[in-house]
């Protein structure tokens, strides 16, 4: 009695955990931290406040590292906004549509990122919520016609019980149910129906029993498999007619942006002497009510792909128009805007920094397999690459690399101690303005001067192509490195070409600052509308595999969730090397 009283005590204390597990799924769903997200970009992702993420999740806040695993907050249940659901291990697409009553269509269509090869445990997707009150929704099953007519008809039809059994039994001395239905290919349940009077008195010696029909095998259900439900609900590829496009930019208020769409005619023109038909649409949004020209511009709603706008506050409502009538927005220059994170019809260009750092990091470990890399700190204390810099050390650590660390003040003497042989010896500032540049550019040479037989280079930014002409003698004497999204210079073939082209055309020459917009504008424009012209419909399972060659701006289009849209995540290494040659390193 004790022994029963305590596992009755210890089942009632038990039970407040369970249920505390199934509240904790209805409450929040797991997130993995991807390369290049940010607390804020992942609240911003999910709708909700970043508040609300650290409350799961304490000392997120301070610092989150790609792989790690948060708990996100689930949304109340709604008729209009979807669920979020983490996919489990066994959990398939066909299980899923069954658990929430919903179909694999109406899945697949809210994540349009998502196909058999991503569909794995960890990975989120968004469920639609359905009203409470919706009724079930029928799933595809295979159903045997015979089976079915037959047991239509045994209901409509008493049919006279001798027709109902293949023949009588009489029982022998010995002979046992078991030993019955193993004769007979019968189970015990089919039996004992036939004969309920085995349950209360037994067998007995002389017994007539009745042998059913052994029972028709049921029709077996055939699952469809994920690639199966993801190739029949698939969008098919259609070709595309004349390509409708509109760009939509301030070209009173910024002559960078008619810049910018001379160079997207220059691809138009390439494009259709290739054959491809568009119509070509410009507005100019300079102290224009976007609502408004939206409206307005009935023809608008008939376009298949939108270039624009540059200012951040358009983006929203021109995000909202391009998702209700299923229009590619490009945006070409702001990367600072969440509205990519739940638009699927949005592609922003311009790389978002922590996205570039993360790919950056490991094109590092990529170009150079050993190195000895050396950090020079910068005293006056400019924290404009503070972030690139702390991500980066963090990222060697945790790969088996490990650094130093001198002052820009460091004599040449000093920086020589912290060289390996053997090893290529790569040299970061903190900073990456033109004075610490000048500081340490003069020092660098002497030390390669002095230290021949070691492999040294100088390892820097972006901006650091905007001096490319003043400095070019000595980026090519320490065997500078940058990384960038973009680059051009009058050395490469691609450039001189558009140089002379865009000069011939309009008579005159690009602004000198970087990126050139007139060089923008011809990558976007060939690489999208090319693509569109190819693709049709599935331009956005194919586009990366087309072949580009840009003048200026790669690109390496990534959707950055199952229901989003697709953030730039190209990154070149530019190379000045000892022999004067300029590479740009793509990885890709």
Request: aromatic fraction near 12%.
């Amino acid at each position: 009695m004790k022994l029963l009283r305590l596992f009755i005590f210890v089942l009632f204390i038990g039970l407040p955990s369970l249920s505390g597990i199934a509240q904790e799924e209805n409450i929040f769903f797991l997130h993995t931290v991807k390369a290049g997200q940010t607390l804020y970009s992942i609240a911003s992702m999910y709708n909700v406040s970043v508040d609300q993420v650290t409350k799961l999740n304490p000392g997120a806040n301070e610092m989150i590292f790609t792989g790690e695993v948060l708990r996100i907050p689930q949304q109340k249940k709604s008729t209009v906004s979807p669920l979020f659901h983490t996919i489990k291990t066994g959990e398939t697409l066909y299980k899923l549509s069954q658990t929430y009553k919903v179909s694999v269509k109406e899945i697949c269509d809210l994540n349009p990122g998502l196909n058999a090869e991503n569909f794995h445990s960890g990975e989120v997707i968004r469920i639609p919520s359905v009203p409470s009150n919706a009724k079930e929704v029928p799933q595809t099953k295979t159903t045997d016609t015979n089976t079915a007519t037959l047991q239509k008809t045994e209901k409509e039809v008493q049919t006279p019980i001798i027709e109902k059994y293949k023949e009588m039994h009489k029982v022998k001395r010995s002979e046992t149910v078991y030993s019955i239905c193993k004769k007979y290919k019968i189970s015990e349940e089919e039996l004992l129906a036939a004969n309920p009077t085995i349950k209360t008195q037994g067998l007995q010696k002389g017994d007539m029993l009745y042998i059913p029909y052994p029972a028709p095998p049921k029709p077996v259900e055939k699952i469809p498999t994920d690639k199966e439900l993801f190739e029949t609900n698939r969008t098919i590829a259609k070709k595309t007619g004349s390509i409708k496009l509109a760009v939509m930019l301030p070209f009173k208020e910024d002559s960078r942006m008619v810049e910018y769409y001379e160079g997207m005619l220059l691809a138009i023109d390439t494009l259709k002497r290739s054959g491809i038909s568009m119509d070509v649409y410009a507005y100019d949004t300079s102290s224009k009510n976007i609502d408004v020209l939206l409206k307005e511009k009935s023809e608008l709603a008939n376009m298949d792909i939108i270039f624009g706008p540059r200012d951040k506050a358009l983006i929203k409502p021109m995000s909202e128009f391009a998702r209700r009538h299923q229009i590619k927005l490009v945006i070409p220059f702001t990367s600072k805007d969440n509205e990519v994170f739940s638009n699927p019809f949005i592609y922003m260009i311009n790389t978002p920094q922590l996205f570039m750092y993360s790919t950056v990091y490991s094109h590092l470990l990529k170009q150079f397999s050993n190195p000895n890399v050396v950090f020079i700190e910068n005293s006056v204390g400019d924290k404009s690459k503070e972030q690139f810099i702390s991500g980066l050390k963090d990222f060697l650590l945790r790969s088996g690399v490990t650094y130093t660390t001198v002052g820009d003040g460091a004599s040449v003497e000093n920086m020589a101690e912290t060289l390996f042989n053997g090893r290529t010896n790569i040299f970061i500032p903190t900073s990456g303005t033109h004075v610490e540049m000048i500081k340490i550019l003069t020092k660098m040479e002497l030390l390669k001067r002095n230290n021949r037989s070691m492999a040294i280079c100088l390892f820097g930014y972006p901006e650091w192509q905007t001096m490319t002409k003043e400095h070019l003698k000595q980026f090519f004497a320490v065997s500078t490195y940058f990384y960038t999204s973009f680059y051009t210079n009058s050395l490469l073939p691609e450039a001189r070409r558009f140089d002379k082209e865009y000069h011939n055309t309009y008579r005159k020459v690009m602004e000198d600052r970087y990126p050139k917009y007139g060089m923008l504008g011809y990558d976007t424009g060939f690489y999208f509308l090319k693509g569109i012209a190819k693709c049709g419909s599935r331009f956005d399972e194919d586009i990366n595999r087309l072949p580009f060659n840009p003048v200026q701006t790669g690109f390496l289009m990534k959707r950055v969730n199952n229901w989003g849209g697709f953030i730039n995540q190209k990154v070149f290494f530019i190379h000045y090397a000892t022999n004067s040659e300029v590479e740009r390193n793509d990885f890709d």
